[in-house]
């Protein structure tokens, strides 16, 4: 996984950026990235999404090949702290209120995440209803 460190400092000195630090942990297929340069938090998922979606092609071409998840500042482990946050608090009032909880539209990611989250407990249910970008996450009550 060296040359894919090697890689996303490329990609981020490319970019523009000169002050970041990069972790690459072949175990879990993560790679964390911390920028300094400046404040990214107001474009950080849509770099993050196109970060990622440029690396994936690269490595893809290396010997290294994989999937792995690319994580900026945090974002991505904070986003998906929140998201199951959100689904404890819907599947608590989902049974609570004996209704369905409609969650907002997320990607297949997001959507994947909330399903995994609940997936343990027989009380509830959870399917995603929608298309495209308006696709979402319904918590049924049992």
Do not use: C, W
């Not at 999404?49 to 904070?78: A, C, P, Q, T, W």
Request: neutral net charge; proline residues 4%; glycine residues 4%.
């Amino acid at each position: 996984m060296e040359n894919t460190k090697e890689i996303i400092q490329k990609l981020l000195e490319a970019g523009g950026f000169n002050d970041f630090s990069v972790d690459v942990s072949p175990e879990n297929k993560r790679a964390s990235v911390f920028i300094y340069d400046f404040d990214v938090k107001s474009f950080l998922p849509k770099l993050i999404f196109d970060f990622e979606h440029v690396l994936k092609l690269m490595i893809k071409r290396s010997e290294e090949g994989g999937v792995f998840v690319l994580d900026i500042n945090n974002y991505r482990r904070e986003r998906e702290h929140l998201l199951s946050e959100i689904a404890k608090a819907a599947a608590r009032k989902a049974v609570l209120n004996k209704q369905d909880v409609e969650l907002p539209a997320m990607n297949a990611y997001e959507r994947r995440l909330i399903h995994l989250e609940l997936a343990s407990r027989p009380d509830i249910k959870t399917e995603s209803l929608g298309e495209g970008p308006e696709r979402r996450v319904i918590i049924k009550p049992i």
